[in-house]
């Protein structure tokens, strides 16, 4: 059965313009609608994305919606409603978002909360960073409807536990011109540090790039290696090591002066050796 979302607006007493409350729950709703599409998009999946209404909570503006059931995975559409907590959490005390680089950096987030998710049907999802900007708008345009001192909760219908809307996040680009620049693939081998592992789960990796300093995160999608690294069959990883590895991943060239290149997609396709006690020693810069 599908998750069921809770989105509930907490107004000022005797509200003025009180048609804006209700058109920024209008706007929530159909930005939990475009933040969906991406995530079935991202996930593969060929279906549209649709929201329905279950029911509105009496004496507040509360609204309670789920996917349409039938059109989605169950596990699929629960994963996408955890995702609506995860961006909220990620927004949460930040003042705006503008440059693509910080798009990136909240896609990666999302893409990496939906690897943990442990259904075997899960692919690794690859979220458009376009889509994703034109979603984020419209969380934006919902928020400025609100009044300084009015809340927006959400939670499952069924739970206590709620997460807070940022209200006072705005989101400063155009969707229309982000995005424009160049994107090739890598795949190929390459050697690096590891500067935080996955102990448990399927979360991303942070890795530094032996070769070129590129610093990114990446799923390792060799899941023999990782299972043996999780389970005390593979020696821990330590600062001075260094993995070589068959990686993948997409690099991102903005137009010129549009902001720097970054690494995004970034996949351990296959662990081929780790180096022990090799790195650092011909390093002129140390490794922060």
Known sequence: ????????????????????????MSGYIEAYQA????????LGDPEDFALQLECVEAGSVASFIKAVPGRLKGWMSSAIIESGFTLAD????????????????IASVLENELTKNDNPQMIHPKIDRKELAFALQKFSEANKKLLPDETVLTSLADTENV???????????????MFLGITTSFNGSDRLYVRAPVNIGKGAWSMVSVTTGSRY?????????????????????????VMEAEVSFQLYTPPPGQGKPYISNAKIVKIIDIHRNVGLQHETIPLL
Do not use: C
Request: hydrophobic share 40%; proline share 5%.
């Open 90 to 105: 990620a927004l949460s005390g930040v003042e705006s978002t503008a440059t693509e680089g910080e798009v990136d950096a």
């Open 217 to 241: 995160n990446a799923n390792i999608i060799d899941i023999k290696w990782l299972d043996d690294y999780q389970n005390g069959l593979v020696r821990a990883i330590g600062p001075k090591d």
């Open 35 to 42: 933040l969906g599409q991406v995530l079935v998009n991202a």
């Open 163 to 177: 997460t807070p809307i940022n209200t006072h996040w705005r989101f400063n680009a155009n969707p229309k011109n």
């Open 1 to 24: 059965m599908s998750e069921t979302l809770k989105i509930k607006i907490d107004f000022a007493e005797k509200r003025q313009r009180p048609a804006e409350v209700f058109q920024a």
